[in-house]
């Protein structure tokens, strides 16, 4: 069972355009809501995260807007640009217990931003 | 660079073979976690292991076995190979790994590819 949900599996933006990238999750144990950036060839790098205390959080061009009742994030990508092409996964994760930090990947969106 | 280093970068091997993929965590991290990515599947969390001890197991099949040294290099065991083991294979590190949601580190993954 995925418990986190991503869409779309790919996306493609002109320069300049907003990229969205939505994702949804069921268990409302959740309290952290990382977002990766991975590009070919290399691991996963962490990009911006949110938790849900706050429904938005800004970081340059990257935002997070997070809808707690709703049980929903996205990921905004403002005046994307073609450096911006990679994919992007969403994860959550619950309070840690016993040394345990578990994330909960969605299943990855790749993004091509055309220029 | 994450600091998070992995070999091989690539590996190709037969069916019903074994392979050990292997792992050091950036300087002063504790905990290593091992992801399986395959096409359809995203990022699959297989096991985590904490300042040598094992702390939790995700999708992880009986064939695959990790552990984590006194360095706190990390090695990965995978054996039997089938085809379907084909995938990217993922290290990331954490400071702590537990106490408090944490950033984790990938490495830049192993190719695993069985013939």
């Known amino acids: 069972q995925q418990q986190v949900k991503q869409s779309p599996q790919s996306l493609i933006v002109q320069k300049g355009g907003i990229s969205i990238i939505n994702c949804a999750y069921e268990?409302?144990?959740?309290?952290?809501f990382p977002w990766y950036q991975q590009f070919p060839g290399k691991g996963p790098a962490l990009l911006i995260a949110?938790?849900?205390?706050?429904s938005e959080k800004k970081e340059g061009r990257f935002t997070i807007s997070f809808n707690k009742s709703a049980k929903q994030f996205s990921l905004h990508i403002m005046d994307s640009q073609p450096g911006d092409s990679a994919t992007y996964f969403c994860?959550?994760?619950?309070?840690?217990?016993?040394?345990?930090?578990?994330?909960?990947f969605g299943s990855g969106t790749k993004l091509n931003v055309k220029p | 660079d994450s600091g998070v280093t992995q070999t091989p970068k690539h590996l190709i091997t037969a069916t019903g073979q074994r392979v050990t993929l292997r792992c050091s965590p950036r300087?002063?991290?504790?905990?290593v976690y091992w992801y399986q990515q395959s096409l359809d599947q995203g990022l699959q969390f297989l096991i985590q292991?904490?300042?040598?001890?094992?702390?939790a197991k995700g999708n992880i099949l009986e064939r695959f076995s990790a552990q984590q040294f006194p360095d706190l290099h990390s090695e990965l065991n995978l054996s039997s190979l089938e085809l379907g083991d084909s995938a990217l294979y993922f290290c990331?590190?954490?400071?702590?790994?537990?106490?408090?949601?944490?950033?984790?580190?990938f490495g830049p993954g192993t190719r695993l590819l069985v013939l």
């Open positions: 990331a590190s954490s400071q702590r790994g537990g106490t408090v949601q944490e950033t984790q580190y």
């Open positions: 268990n409302t144990a959740f309290d952290y």
């Open positions: 949110i938790r849900p205390d706050v």
């Open positions: 994860a959550a994760s619950m309070p840690p217990s016993n040394n345990f930090n578990k994330f909960y």
């Open positions: 300087s002063g991290d504790l905990s």
């Open positions: 292991y904490y300042n040598g001890e094992e702390r």
